[in-house]
């Protein structure tokens, strides 16, 4: 037990920041870590709880008390399996400690343990204090006693156990008998694929629902049941720890037991299958596939002029690269699915039908909204995509590739800022040009909510590079662990969240109580945005580049 502790222990720090640059920045990121917990995690576990409590009420009243908790704990879980099957494919198979654990006296049941522990915790921070939420929700609807609380924290910590060892069960089997598969880059395209199948079906199947009030919600989960009954085969332990925190003693004892079967299968596998499946294993492709790349692109060379040279470079990286790809890129795809996920949900008669009804009619206060919303989208998005807050981080061990090269930084931060504006704006103006055309928006007004999208991209670009420039993760072994490991990212969103939520209520209270005129406030808008944009451009051009200047690779 102690061998597997400090194993664990070892595993996580691999792919935190290291000793040096925590102590580095050691007050900046005790400053974002508050933020991030006061901006992010608690905002969104709160609101979790509220909804949960509300439509446990309306479902007590209809007969189905544990309906709700239970679909919430179901489509949880979905979210563990999708987003963790990357991630075991890559800590189990094609990180880089693996041919230095592989030489010690360890038997394949104690590394895949250590691993799939160390994974678990550092996928699922969020997703406990989530969890945790929405089962104190259940527990005030309800008003059960202290022993529900000791359930839920039971719950919290060990719920994504069953959807992780899935997980683990499809790596070990595909990599034992397959051949095709055991390369990294072909992993992270299945694995990414697979995420954009299963978020298209859940858009399909909500598109097919005509409501999405709290009444239609309850009603549609307490006469249909059949999502339900099949998610509970696909996942059994869920209901046996919901009908636990409800008081029921057995249910606790059967879930503990389902999850420690779960996961004795899943090692026993691992002991059978993990050496051989781990032999071959190749990373981007094979030596020959790279010599064969290697002539060719020597042979082709061209003079090019340098600025657009490593332009070129960072796009190419981020287009070529699948962990890149699906978690820089894919986002600015993604979004606009999910906006037309809540659309579909809410259905015509409701708030956005209304909404885009007023909009199109060429209502001043819905083009205020309109205007504000699109400038809060650009920012988060910008902050979500991570192009601009990860860009020194991607560097990684070629960090001196950015010291000696006869660019000076500032022109390379323009460089990398403008690939995080190309990706992010281009897809943002789209979207407003899109819609102007489907509202039948005023010609100038869709001009001027580019121009404050763009603005909005801009800002949140520089800022975000300043922010990675101020303590990057230089040290990662794989291109998930420089984005999944990298609290500047997380801390940039933070950030951007507040500022959008500044923002807004800022605009509401000089709308609401001042009287300030939506034109006026649009412009006002404007000239902030321009403001901020020079103060990032600022804080780059004498902070960020003192601190490249001063990191050591």
Known sequence: MRLYLKFVHILI???????????????????????????????????????????TGGLTQLGGQEQGITLFLHLISAFSFVFGLNVIYNVFYFSADVESILPLPLKPYQIISAKFTAALISENIMQFMIVFAAIVGYIFAIGLPIWSWLVAILCMLTLPIIPMVYCGI??????????????????????????????????????NMSDFSTNSITQAIANDNSLLSVMNIILPHIRFIVSGVSGDIIGVVIYLAINIVALVVFLLLAELMYFKGIVGIGGSG?????????????????????????FKKELLILVRTPAYFMNCIVINLVWPILLYLVYALQ???????????????????????????????????????????????????????????????????NIKASVAILISGLGMIIYVIIAGILFSLNGMFVLFTCLISLFSVVSASYFGIYMDSINPKLVWDDEVNALRGNYNIFYNMALSILFVAVLCV???????????????LEIGLMITLVIFCKISYLLCKTRATKNIYETVA
């Open 347 to 413: 259905g015509p008669d409701n708030f956005l039908g209304k909404f885009f009804k007023d909009l199109s009619n060429g209502n001043a206060t819905a083009g205020l909204i309109f205007a504000f919303c699109a400038s809060g989208i650009s920012v988060l998005i910008t902050s979500a995509n991570s192009i601009a807050s990860s860009s020194i981080t991607r560097e990684g061990s070629h960090f001196a590739f950015m010291k000696y090269i006869p660019i000076d930084f500032m022109t390379q931060i």
């Open 286 to 310: 094979s030596a020959k596939q790279h010599s064969v790349g290697f002539r060719k692109a020597v042979k082709g060379l061209k003079e090019k002029e340098v600025s657009l040279s490593y």
């Open 170 to 207: 499809i790596a070990l089997v595909t990599m034992y008998f397959t051949h095709f598969i055991k390369n990294k880059d072909r992993v992270n395209k299945l694995t990414g694929v697979l995420t954009l199948l299963i978020i298209l079906g859940i858009v399909l199947f909500c598109g």
């Open 506 to 520: 800022i605009a509401y209270l000089l709308f609401s109580f001042v009287g300030v005129s939506e034109i006026m």
């Open 13 to 55: 720090k691999s792919v935190e920041f290291s000793d040096d640059e925590k102590k580095r920045k050691k007050i900046f990121n005790t400053a974002m870590a508050l933020i991030a917990v006061f901006g992010i995690i608690l905002p969104v576990s709160f609101f979790v709880g509220v909804v949960v409590y509300t439509i």
